[in-house]
């Protein structure tokens, strides 16, 4: 491609020298790339009745490029969602990490970018605020969108005077975007059904979950017999009380129905067999199969951990710029509604988060039996049979074949 720029010529349209280089094919920078539209699009409005405030150029500016990484992020997103929905095999599984770990330097970007806005002194601000009329991030189509697509679920959100849909009612096709990025599977729904079919949870198999819950039992009686040791009384007392908590949290995984009235309440987001699957990823990550699962799980948690941060660092510069008493000039409380989205409900994959609270130390972990091991030691980038069907046995009862394997003296072939 030409560019049009580096040969001096004047970009306005581009039609000059610079174009040769790419006139066979009618295309150069400028023309490629739509310059003309993007860079035409900074119309500041402090200049239409007044001085120009330096500032509001930044501000444009800011806000637009955020748009255009949003859009980016969305288009990621839908392909990892529509590479969910296809039938996985180790290429695509492959393609998922990629983009999801773009997804992840782009926000990384994204947080980083607000501190240039912070150049500007909220008098600067003020110079140009009235400008903005009822102007505001909140009616962001492209966050609304991204927010869905991730899986925010509408209950989560903090409630305004307004649903956050509003700003879209009187557009039918806007509003026909946020229907469909509610009502189609979201990314945190799809990895949920993934997550379902992880191989050796399935009680035909491996069993995991029989196990690891044997290993916990273990691992609390043995914590029970030392606190009973201790000689102190007082200090014995509260080191029983510790043990008998940590079983009363235990227990909230152990019973389904616990679990399901925690995810009636939204403390927890996933099924009960999906938290097994990515609690036994989470202990086995070593295992050539459970590799790539495992970075996916971290780099979601990373998305969330990230929009949080975005959040947090937004909410500063607003108080920075407005205070924490000014409506904002989309109609919420301003600042006090924006910490109020600095929080759990906003975590879409908050069940990866509460992993931690449940692993136990490496001497408990239940032993993979050989069979297992077996299963797990083809690394999916082999493009063996066994990888091709973790990753597209939807609904498949993968441990079956194991339970044979288990008694036969070694790996199965
Ligand atoms: C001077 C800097 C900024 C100020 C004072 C400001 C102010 C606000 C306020 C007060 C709100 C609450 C909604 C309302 O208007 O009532 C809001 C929401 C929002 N703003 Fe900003 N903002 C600033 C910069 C940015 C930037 C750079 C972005 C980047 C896209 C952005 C995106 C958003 C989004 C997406 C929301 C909706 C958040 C939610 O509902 O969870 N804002 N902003």
Redesign the pocket.
Known sequence: MACPIGNGACPAGGQSNGEAAGAEKGENYWTYLHLDKILSAQALKSGAAGAVVHDEHL?II??QA??LW?KQIIYEIDSVRQLFMTELNERRMLDIIKQTNRVVLILKLLVG??EI?ET?TPLD?LDFRDHLSTA???Q?LQ?RLLENKLGLKKECR?KTKSD?SAPYHDHPELMEQIRDSEEQPSLAALVERWLERTPGISAKGFNFWDRFQGAVKAMLNDELKAAQAVANEAQRKEEVEAVNRRSVLFDSIFDVKLHDALRARGERRWSHVAFQGALMISFYRMEPRFNQPYQLINLLMDIDELLIKW?NN?VQ??QR??GSQQ?????????Q??RA?VSDRYKVFLDLFNLSTFLIPRQYVPPLSRAMQFRLSHSISMGTSEAHEFLCDAGRDDDSSSEEAESAPGPVS
């Open positions: 501000f800011v806000h955020y748009e949003f970018q607000i806005l500007m601000f505001s991030g909140f962001s966050f903090v956050y959040r937004h510069i607003v710029m407005i409506v904002g000039t989309g109609g919420s409380s301003g600042y509604y924006l989205t």
